[in-house]
């Protein structure tokens, strides 16, 4: 396994992509969660599928909520990484650069609900000629010793540039009634892992 440390950012043009309104990473907010963190990124040697681009903390307006689809289906009877290629989300085809999706973690800790805060981790994803399937896991520590997370299962479609993949994961907190000023993201933790294809998984 391949381990590399990498640090939030605010990608302005994703803001504007995205839509509601965002926490700037490393800003502290009266209204909720600041995120003042560093991100552990776990792939498979060689994988290239997906990269983290950045992170940030946002409040889910309604929306946002509308806009996003399910990362795919989590197995009943389990839980973490572990999908089949019959139940991953298909991305969309991108012939541009400016293509982009919205997903809602699936097997989460909290369902993606509209008032909360939410942590976006954006993704950029590769498309070749050869479609190919990767699933993600995010854990999300808080200074408080919280405990989020939530998964995606996707497969690419065939192109020739990136898209640009929002997945969002709840915080199961609504900043409007319930401040946590004090608090803040401590730490997050992606894994990836590598489909054999886009129609066999693991």
Known sequence: MQRRTVYAATIVTLLALAGGWAFAA?????????????I?????????DAYVQSTQLIQVSSGLLNSTSPAG????????????????AILPSCSGNACLANYSAVDPSHALTAGDTALQVALQVNQTSTASGFDIQVEILMASGFYNFGSGYFDTATGTTFVWVFLYVDLGVNPITTPLSGDIVSDIVVTFNSCSSATTCP
């Open 26 to 38: 490393g800003t502290i907010h009266s209204s909720g969660p600041a995120q003042n963190s560093k």
């Open 40 to 48: 552990t990124v776990t792939a498979p040697n060689g994988f290239t």
């Open 73 to 88: 289906t989590q197995p009943v009877s389990s839980h973490g990484l572990n999908s089949s290629y019959q139940t991953n």
